[in-house]
């Protein structure tokens, strides 16, 4: 079984940056790929960012692109998201799952929660001022 634990989450002010860190002692990391998802208070889980197994490819929502980068370091076995500009709207309950799947290209988010087979406790991020 894959274990998921992210960090990183906290209280910043509107504007400013954190990084969320989702990692694993798995040894087969490198063959997943990586969904950043998150469920706001009264709102449905929304998948927001992906990254390919080799980290070669990345996607991201429209509420958060241009904003959010998602980063895989294989050797730390750790996959990152930067957020930037953070908006009260971000404030959510972040999560990451793995997924081992078809091809290494594969990177998906919206609607594919169900294909991910691994998940994280969650990290809380709030965002006010």
């Known amino acids: 079984q894959l274990?998921?634990?992210?960090?990183g989450?906290?209280?910043?002010?509107?504007g400013e940056s954190l990084t969320l860190?989702?990692?694993t002692s798995a040894v087969t990391f490198d063959l997943y790929a990586i969904?950043?998802?998150?469920?706001?208070?009264?709102?449905e889980r929304e998948g927001i960012s992906?990254?390919?197994?080799g980290g070669s490819v990345t996607d991201y929502a429209d509420s958060v692109k241009g904003r959010f980068t998602v980063t895989k370091d294989t050797a730390k076995k750790t996959v990152y998201l930067q957020m930037n500009?953070?908006?009260p709207e971000d404030t959510a309950n972040y999560y990451c799952a793995a997924v081992w799947p078809i091809s290494g290209s594969w990177c998906q988010y919206s609607?594919?929660?169900?294909?991910y087979d691994h998940w994280g406790q969650g990290t809380q991020v709030t965002v006010s001022s």
Do not use: D, M, N
């Open 111 to 115: 609607g594919a929660a169900s294909e």
């Open 85 to 87: 500009r953070l908006k």
């Open 35 to 43: 969904g950043w998802f998150r469920r706001a208070p009264g709102k």
């Open 50 to 53: 992906c990254i390919s197994s």
């Open 21 to 23: 860190s989702c990692a």
């Open 3 to 7: 274990q998921l634990a992210e960090t």
């Open 9 to 14: 989450g906290g209280l910043v002010q509107p």
